[in-house]
């Protein structure tokens, strides 16, 4: 046997599982037909969050009446900047699978037989196979992706230049992400949503809120937006039905940020009898294992939520229960939107609470309420949590800071914290996670003056 255990995909997903896998003692290779760190660290995550970040302090030094300086950006060298840092996250990630002694093989791997993986016509043999080969945009009969000016969404992010008008459908995490971004730059955006809200699933305040701040950005946003490409062939145009009319809305750039699909060609499911839902994701228990009790999946290809958090912490479930380690998935995981206003999100929401019949509340506090935030200049957003008798069982927030508070409010939901032990915590002063402390205090015993 040539290995203990062969990763087939080098994303955020198969680079945890085998480094831990590697790190309780077995042999392991990860098989990587692109670049290692996949998708999130190459094109989506690392590079998307640093252009957005960059935008952002632009618009802090708009926002700051004190600061007698204007501001441009200069894209080209922001993209070598977002291009030093994926390699320099790339580079640190090789060096650890190298340091645990894990083999790297280049190429496409597939699996025809049991135990066995195929790369280049090379056989590799194994006990364990962990599939991580994440997914892809697919191309809708409605939106037929080009490669022109039909993209989806981290095609268009890291183009070396953008159009002016950019249309995008879906205001979902990344539709929301990628209009903070065009914005920001100066480019005209549009927003077509097929649901009732933006974000949809999301708390609707959390929603309301960040449609709010991204139209006073000058965002255009149709909602129940029923909508198709009637031409790309210069502009793309899109025939939009609205609850009370019928639009025409075009753009230089439509970027599609809804359709994704597994990635499991040359992976021959059924012969090796791991089993995939309806849409063809490979079904998965909380141990991250397969039907085939020697096959795992983690990441996207695993199934939703399809998100780097989620693929991380799956991978490293996976490599632990090979590695002898009993470990199952985390029954939270935080939601990060790193728009404007950042927005985090786990566990439920009050209506969540009242489809299943149960009975709860939620308090919220906003932003001015915290000393940091007018300190930061950005008094905008809350900090909604929902609590079913004592157990806090949701956390909803937009503001600054979103993103970080959140992971706090994940660790107390994970433990089973209530509001009496919550409360107990000290926060340091000033910081935005004092937000917690006051909905705790208002939970308790009302507000303080």
Same mark, same amino acid.
């Given at each position: 046997?040539?290995?203990?255990?062969?990763?087939?995909?080098?994303?955020?997903?198969?680079?945890?599982?085998?480094?831990?896998?590697?790190?309780?003692?077995?042999?392991?290779?990860?098989?990587?037909?692109?670049?290692?760190?996949?998708?999130?660290?190459?094109?989506?995550?690392?590079?998307?969050?640093?252009?957005?970040?960059?935008?952002?302090?632009?618009?802090?030094?708009?926002?700051?009446?004190?600061?007698?300086?204007?501001?441009?950006?200069?894209?080209?060298?922001?993209?070598?900047?977002?291009?030093?840092?994926?390699?320099?996250?790339?580079?640190?990630?090789?060096?650890?699978?190298?340091?645990?002694?894990?083999?790297?093989?280049? %190429? #496409?791997?597939?699996?025809?037989?049991?135990?066995?993986?195929?790369?280049? %016509?090379?056989?590799?043999?194994?006990?364990?196979?962990?599939?991580?080969?994440?997914?892809?945009?697919?191309?809708?009969?409605?939106?037929?992706?080009?490669?022109?000016?039909?993209?989806?969404?981290?095609?268009?992010?890291?183009?070396?230049?953008?159009?002016?008008?950019?249309?995008?459908?879906?205001?979902?995490?990344?539709?929301?992400?990628?209009?903070?971004?065009?914005?920001?730059?100066?480019?005209?955006?549009?927003?077509?949503?097929?649901?009732?809200?933006?974000?949809?699933?999301?708390?609707?305040? !959390?929603?309301?809120?960040?449609?709010?701040?991204?139209?006073?950005?000058?965002?255009?946003?149709?909602?129940?937006?029923?909508?198709?490409?009637?031409?790309?062939? @210069?502009?793309?145009?899109?025939?939009?039905?609205?609850?009370?009319? *019928?639009?025409?809305?075009?753009?230089?750039?439509?970027?599609?940020?809804?359709?994704?699909?597994?990635?499991?060609?040359?992976?021959?499911?059924?012969?090796?009898?791991? *089993?995939?839902?309806?849409?063809?994701? !490979?079904?998965?228990?909380?141990?991250?294992?397969?039907?085939?009790?020697?096959?795992?999946?983690?990441?996207?290809?695993?199934?939703?939520?399809?998100?780097?958090? #989620?693929?991380? #912490?799956? %991978?490293?479930?996976?490599?632990?229960? !090979?590695?002898?380690?009993?470990?199952?998935?985390?029954?939270?995981?935080?939601?990060?939107?790193?728009?404007?206003?950042?927005?985090?999100?786990?566990?439920?929401?009050? @209506?969540?609470?009242?489809?299943?019949?149960?009975?709860?509340?939620?308090?919220?506090?906003?932003?001015? @309420?915290?000393?940091?935030?007018?300190?930061?200049?950005?008094?905008?957003?809350?900090?909604?949590?929902?609590?079913?008798?004592?157990?806090?069982?949701?956390?909803?927030?937009?503001?600054?800071?979103?993103?970080?508070?959140? *992971?706090?409010?994940?660790?107390?939901?994970?433990?089973?914290?209530?509001?009496?032990?919550?409360?107990?915590?000290?926060?340091?002063?000033?910081?935005?996670?004092?937000?917690?402390?006051?909905?705790?205090?208002?939970?308790?015993?009302?507000?303080?003056?």
């Amino acid at each position: 046997m040539d290995f203990d255990v062969i990763v087939i995909g080098g994303g955020v997903g198969g680079y945890s599982a085998a480094l831990r896998a590697a790190e309780l003692g077995k042999k392991v290779a990860i098989i990587e037909k692109d670049e290692i760190g996949g998708e999130c660290i190459n094109r989506a995550c690392i590079p998307s969050k640093t252009l957005i970040d960059a935008v952002k302090i632009l618009n802090k030094i708009k926002k700051a009446s004190w600061i007698k300086a204007s501001a441009t950006l200069d894209y080209e060298e922001l993209s070598r900047f977002k291009d030093k840092i994926i390699e320099s996250v790339k580079g640190k990630m090789i060096k650890n699978l190298e340091n645990r002694s894990v083999t790297i093989i280049k %190429g #496409k791997g597939e699996i025809k037989r049991e135990g066995e993986v195929d790369v280049n %016509g090379k056989i590799y043999t194994t006990d364990k196979i962990v599939i991580a080969t994440g997914s892809s945009p697919i191309s809708l009969s409605a939106f037929p992706l080009n490669g022109k000016n039909v993209l989806d969404p981290w095609t268009a992010m890291n183009l070396p230049s953008l159009p002016q008008k950019i249309v995008i459908v879906g205001g979902g995490v990344a539709g929301v992400e990628l209009a903070t971004l065009f914005k920001a730059m100066g480019k005209d955006v549009t927003i077509l949503e097929l649901m009732p809200q933006l974000l949809p699933g999301f708390d609707k305040d !959390i929603a309301n809120e960040t449609k709010k701040r991204l139209e006073e950005r000058g965002v255009k946003i149709y909602l129940q937006a029923n909508s198709k490409i009637i031409e790309s062939e @210069d502009k793309v145009v899109f025939d939009v039905t609205l609850p009370s009319s *019928n639009e025409k809305v075009s753009g230089d750039l439509a970027v599609i940020t809804i359709g994704r699909k597994p990635n499991t060609e040359g992976i021959d499911l059924q012969a090796v009898h791991v *089993n995939v839902d309806k849409r063809g994701y !490979i079904i998965v228990n909380d141990r991250a294992e397969t039907s085939n009790p020697k096959y795992y999946a983690v990441g996207d290809v695993a199934g939703m939520p399809l998100s780097a958090t #989620k693929a991380w #912490k799956q %991978g490293i479930v996976a490599g632990d229960n !090979i590695g002898g380690i009993s470990s199952t998935m985390p029954k939270y995981s935080p939601i990060s939107i790193f728009a404007d206003l950042e927005i985090g999100s786990v566990g439920k929401t009050l @209506d969540d609470l009242k489809k299943d019949n149960v009975e709860g509340k939620e308090i919220t506090v906003k932003m001015e @309420d915290i000393p940091r935030a007018w300190t930061l200049n950005e008094t905008e957003g809350f900090l909604k949590i929902v609590v079913s008798g004592n157990k806090i069982v949701g956390a909803h927030m937009v503001g600054e800071g979103a993103t970080e508070v959140i *992971n706090t409010l994940s660790l107390a939901l994970e433990a089973g914290l209530t509001v009496d032990d919550l409360y107990k915590v000290l926060f340091s002063h000033p910081t935005v996670t004092e937000i917690i402390s006051e909905v705790m205090q208002r939970l308790k015993y009302g507000e303080v003056y």
